[in-house]
C-alpha cells in the first residue's frame, strides 16, 4: 500500500513530464511574446527599436497591403507546390521503407536524415552550382544536344531546393503512419476484390491520412518562412515573404516591422496546423 502522503509513481511521472514540457513552453512562448511586445514599438534612426507602443509597423502593413498580399500570396503558392512535390516523393519512399525488411528499416531511415545534418546553407549553395549556366546539370544538357537552361533565378529552382532541404520532414511522419497501420486491413481488401489502387485510396491512405497531413503541414510551414532558399535559387520573381522578414532585421534595420511580419508568419503557421489537428480527430473518431 502506498503511504499517506506518498503520491506514488503516478505523481513522480507528471513531475517528469512537466519539467521538459514547461521548459518547451517557455522556449516557444517567449520569443512569440518578444516578437509581439516590439512589433508595437517604432524604429529610432539609428536602427532598433523603441517600446512605445506606436504600432508603426503595423501600420506600414496597411499601408503596403498589396505588396504584403502579393509577397505572402507568391511565398504560399510555393510552399504549397513545394509540400505537394515533397508529400509526392514521401508518400511511395516512406511505403517503401515501412515494408522493407526489420533490420534494415532503421539504416533507410538514417539515409534520409543524413542530409540533414549538413549545412542547410551549404546543401542549398550545391545546388546552386548544380543549376548554374557551366554546372553539371547543363553539361549533361550539353552532352545530348540540348542548349543550356537557365535554372537559376526561377521558381523551379527554389522549389527543388525546398523540397530537397524538406523532404525528410515529409517522410517520417508518413512512416510512422505506414508502418502503424494494421496490414490484415489491405489483405482483406484485396480478398475482397480491391486492386492495388483501391485498396490503397479506399484503405490505406484514410488511415494514414494523419501522418500526412502531419507531414505537408512540417514542409509547407517552414517552406512558407523560407529565405535562404529563394536568396540563393531564385531572383525578383521569386521574392517571399522570408526575405521581406528577414530583409526588415539586417538591411533596414527596422525591428518593429520585421517582427509585425514575424508575428503574421507565427499566425499563418498557426492556421497551418489546423488541418492536423482536424486529421487526427477524425483518425481517433
Known amino acids: 500500500m502506498t503511504a499517506p502522503g506518498d503520491r506514488g509513481p503516478a505523481s513522480g511521472k507528471w513531475v517528469a513530464l512537466?519539467?521538459?514540457?514547461?521548459?518547451?513552453?517557455?522556449?516557444?512562448?517567449?520569443?512569440?511574446?518578444?516578437?509581439?511586445v516590439m512589433s508595437t514599438g517604432s524604429r529610432p534612426a539609428q536602427g532598433g527599436v523603441v517600446y512605445d507602443g506606436s504600432l508603426d509597423a503595423w501600420r506600414w502593413?496597411?499601408?503596403?497591403?498589396?505588396?504584403?498580399?502579393?509577397?505572402?500570396?507568391?511565398?504560399?503558392?510555393?510552399?504549397?507546390?513545394?509540400?505537394?512535390?515533397?508529400?509526392?516523393?514521401?508518400?511511395?519512399?516512406?511505403?517503401?521503407?515501412?515494408?522493407?525488411?526489420?533490420?534494415r528499416r532503421a539504416l533507410l531511415l538514417l539515409l534520409v536524415v543524413v542530409p540533414s545534418w549538413t549545412s542547410f546553407l551549404l546543401r542549398t549553395y550545391a545546388w546552386r552550382i548544380l543549376f548554374r549556366t557551366e554546372g553539371p546539370v547543363n553539361e549533361v544538357l550539353g552532352l545530348v544536344g540540348l542548349d543550356p537552361v537557365a535554372f537559376l533565378n526561377t521558381e523551379g529552382a527554389v522549389i527543388v531546393g525546398l523540397v530537397y532541404g524538406y523532404l525528410p520532414f515529409a517522410v517520417l511522419p508518413i512512416y510512422v503512419a505506414v508502418e502503424r497501420l494494421d496490414r490484415d486491413l489491405l489483405h482483406a481488401a484485396r480478398d475482397l476484390g480491391a486492386g492495388p489502387v483501391r485498396t490503397f485510396l479506399s484503405v490505406a491512405f484514410p488511415l494514414t491520412l494523419a501522418g500526412t497531413v502531419a507531414g505537408a503541414t512540417l514542409v509547407f510551414v517552414p517552406a512558407l518562412a523560407a529565405f535562404v532558399t529563394p536568396a540563393l535559387l531564385g531572383g525578383d520573381d521569386t521574392y517571399m515573404i522570408g526575405q521581406l522578414t528577414q530583409d526588415q532585421f539586417m538591411k533596414a534595420r527596422d525591428w518593429p516591422l520585421g517582427s509585425a511580419l514575424g508575428a503574421a508568419l507565427a499566425l499563418a503557421a498557426l492556421l497551418a496546423l489546423l488541418p492536423v489537428v482536424g486529421a487526427r480527430r477524425a483518425a481517433r473518431a
Open 18 to 36: 512537466a519539467l521538459p514540457t514547461l521548459w518547451a513552453a517557455l522556449l516557444l512562448a517567449l520569443p512569440l511574446v518578444v516578437m509581439a
Open 61 to 103: 502593413l496597411g499601408e503596403r497591403e498589396d505588396l504584403v498580399a502579393r509577397t505572402a500570396w507568391r511565398s504560399a503558392r510555393i510552399a504549397g507546390l513545394a509540400t505537394l512535390f515533397a508529400v509526392l516523393l514521401a508518400t511511395p519512399t516512406a511505403w517503401w521503407i515501412a515494408r522493407a525488411p526489420v533490420r
